[in-house]
Each structure stands twice: as structure tokens, then as C-alpha cells.
């Protein structure tokens, strides 16, 4: 599966962005996916995930209760509603799609997402 992440741009601190991820594959809704940041000079980090059927949703502890993720199986398309962001949110994110069962055990890990996206820049301004 092919993913073209967008949506990202330059937001001030308090104000809201939503991500898109555009999925190529027909059968869209047997993949898990995720949304993964990596800000500057830090390693790549979990920030959602969401089920198939939408119905399991993860998210990172620093996110709750400000970004939202859904999923549109008929556009193929997994959404990131970013609300009250800050500085700290500044990062490329990333979108990555899974046919492995989400685990609360490892759903935050890269290395079981074999397909990713390109990434999309998020700059919030202080």
C-alpha cells in the first residue's frame, strides 16, 4: 500500500491543523493505521493508531484529549485533527499502515508498520 500523507504547515501556538493520509490501496480497511511525529535531532514517535473498522483507537499519552484520529474507508483516508497545539508538537509526521492486529503491548512501535508515507512538516510557532 502506497500512503501520501498532508495537511501539515506553519500554526501558532493554540491553533488547530488536520492531516490527511491517502491510502492506494483498494481494500483500505484491513490496515491498522498510524500516525508517528519525529521532531528535530529526536527519534520518530507513536501519536495515534486506529483499527481497521475504527472501532480500537491508541493514543500517546502527550495527545490526549487534543488530537483526534479517524478513519474514511471509502475515501481511503486516515485523518489527524490536531487542536491546541504548542511548540513541543513541532515534527514531520508520518502516516503507516499495518495488516498486524493493534496490541496496546506494541501499537506505539515503528517496527510493526511495514508501510509509511513520505511525512508532512508541522511547525507551531511560540
Known amino acids: 500500500v502506497q500512503l501520501q500523507a498532508s495537511g501539515g504547515g506553519l500554526v501558532q501556538a493554540g491553533g488547530s491543523l488536520r492531516l490527511s493520509c491517502a491510502a492506494s490501496?483498494?481494500?483500505?480497511?484491513?490496515?491498522?493505521m498510524g500516525w508517528f511525529r519525529q521532531p528535530p535531532g529526536k527519534e520518530r514517535e507513536f501519536v495515534a493508531a486506529?483499527?481497521?473498522?475504527?472501532?480500537?483507537?491508541y493514543y500517546a499519552d502527550s495527545v490526549k484529549g487534543r488530537f483526534t484520529i479517524s478513519r474514511d474507508n471509502v475515501k481511503k483516508t486516515v485523518y489527524l485533527q490536531m487542536n491546541s497545539l504548542n511548540p513541543e508538537d513541532t515534527a514531520v509526521y508520518h502516516c503507516?499502515?499495518?495488516?498486524?492486529?493493534?496490541?496496546?503491548?506494541?501499537?506505539?512501535?515503528?517496527?510493526?508498520?511495514?508501510?509509511w508515507g513520505q511525512g508532512t512538516q508541522v511547525t507551531v510557532s511560540s
Open positions: 503507516a499502515a499495518t495488516i498486524r492486529p493493534l496490541r496496546s503491548g506494541d501499537v506505539f512501535s515503528p517496527s510493526i508498520y511495514p508501510y
Open positions: 490501496e483498494r481494500t483500505f480497511s484491513i490496515y491498522n
Open positions: 486506529i483499527s481497521g473498522s475504527g472501532g480500537s483507537i
